[in-house]
């Protein structure tokens, strides 16, 4: 069971049993070290098993350990570890939770970065589609893609009408 603590800007920290230390980033943010997996999280609000349980009531199952341990195929005793806070689940578990829910293990294991894969949108359609053309370009045109990705990564994307071009592209009419 989770337990509080208040830090020095009095901001109450949720932390479970595994977790030792609670340090503040330079812009005041926790940061959350678990000593078992020595991962650092951003997510002070929930627990691993937080995650779980969310990840796995997603698919329309109740969550206790022995769903969990049957979901994934481990003993109720050791999820039940999981949920109390005293170890957490190893690497291969988070990733079977994940493949059986649809999460992405990162969010499962410290709460950072998205629950699941988003919308697939125009730019995501692009890029699978420059990764299956990729192998057939000359390797002179990848050269130049990727020159061309690093200057624009580097000083901002410019206009999209001048991308790649030696000067604005002349309006159609």
């Avoid at 995501?124 to 990705?149: F, G």
């Amino acid at each position: 069971m989770p337990f509080l603590i208040k830090n020095r800007s009095s901001a109450v920290v949720s932390m479970s049993r595994s977790i030792s230390k609670c340090y503040e980033s330079a812009i005041g943010q926790n940061y959350v070290v678990d000593t078992h997996t020595n991962s650092m999280a951003q997510n002070h609000d929930t627990t691993i098993w937080d995650r779980i349980v969310e990840a796995v009531e997603s698919i329309e199952i109740k969550a206790n350990p022995t769903s969990v341990g049957r979901l994934i195929d481990i003993s109720q005793p050791a999820v039940r570890q999981w949920e109390l806070g005293e170890t957490t689940p190893s690497a291969a578990n988070l990733r079977e939770i994940a493949k059986k829910t649809g999460f992405y293990t990162r969010y499962l294991e410290d709460g950072k970065g998205p629950k699941k894969p988003g919308p697939i949108t125009k730019d995501d359609e692009e890029l699978t589609e420059l990764i299956q053309i990729w192998p057939s370009l000359n390797p002179k045109v990848r050269t130049r893609l990727l020159t061309i990705a690093q200057e624009n990564n580097a000083k901002g994307s410019p206009p999209a009408d001048t991308v790649g071009t030696r000067g604005p592209r002349p309006k159609s009419n």
